[in-house]
T-cell receptor, first 113, second 111 residues
Framework: DSGVTQTPKHLITATGQRVTLRCSPRSGDLSVYWYQQSLDQGLQFLIQYYNGEERAKGNILERFSAQQFPDLHSELNLSSLELGDSALYFC????????????FGNGTRLTVT | GESVGLHLPTLSVQEGDNSIINCAYSNSASDYFIWYKQESGKGPQFIIDIRSNMDKRQGQRVTVLLNKTVKHLSLQIAATQPGDSAVYFCAENIGNYQLIWGAGTKLIIKP
């Protein structure tokens, strides 16, 4: 158990809809990362927060947004969903912003129909 | 562009043998490297990391080797077990808060 909790585990929704994925980082970790993993693909970095502030942005679509709250949990919002958004979405956390291992949750599997 | 790549997408190893998974990186300024293991249906699991001021680091049954001259990283797993079956990812930190991830190598253990 990595200590990172993601909810829900599975999500099935229709095109055009909006969903929110939630992540609770490991106790004491200040940095939260969001990744997307499509079937049999590698990890695509979306966005990173450190202690409530956005620190780095990757290949995140404008339809997607995220935030980290004062209690350090984070939410990833996906809107105007398309079939191609179906993927595993992982959250990871680390103590620092740089040069420390990321610890991943078990992901949210999003299916857009 | 900058990237981390893997030489072999799939590696089959006899149970009990040693496994070596390779990774090439292109950014000589990278100062931190990590190996992850991802089992089916689970999130990536941290295995071992190494900083650029080191050439070798050992963990339990795993060793990471870093060759900065040829920008090559390898993960050695000793006495491979069925539980080692997974996809292995290398990642490098190029100093801008982002990790650059390789495409992954699938390790298959033959009984």
């Amino acid at each position: 158990d990595s200590g990172v909790t993601q909810t829900p585990k599975h999500l099935i929704t229709a095109t055009g809809q909006r969903v929110t994925l939630r992540c609770s980082p490991r106790s004491g970790d200040l940095s939260v990362y969001w990744y997307q993993q499509s079937l049999d693909q590698g990890l695509q970095f979306l966005i990173q927060y450190y202690n409530g502030e956005e620190r780095a942005k990757g290949n995140i679509l404008e339809r997607f947004s995220a935030q980290q709250f004062p209690d350090l949990h984070s939410e990833l919002n996906l809107s105007s969903l398309e079939l191609g958004d179906s993927a595993l979405y992982f959250c990871a956390s680390s103590p620092r912003a740089l040069n420390s291992p990321l610890h991943f949750g078990n992901g949210t599997r999003l299916t857009v129909t | 562009g900058e990237s981390v790549g893997l030489h072999l997408p799939t590696l089959s190893v006899q149970e009990g043998d040693n496994s070596i998974i390779n990774c090439a990186y292109s950014n000589s300024a990278s100062d931190y490297f990590i190996w992850y293991k991802q089992e089916s249906g689970k999130g990536p699991q941290f295995i071992i990391d190494i900083r650029s001021n080191m050439d070798k680091r050992q963990g339990q049954r795993v060793t990471v080797l870093l060759n900065k001259t040829v920008k090559h990283l390898s993960l050695q797993i000793a006495a491979t077990q069925p539980g080692d079956s997974a996809v292995y990812f290398c990642a490098e930190n190029i100093g801008n808060y982002q990790l650059i991830w390789g495409a992954g190598t699938k390790l298959i253990i033959k009984p």
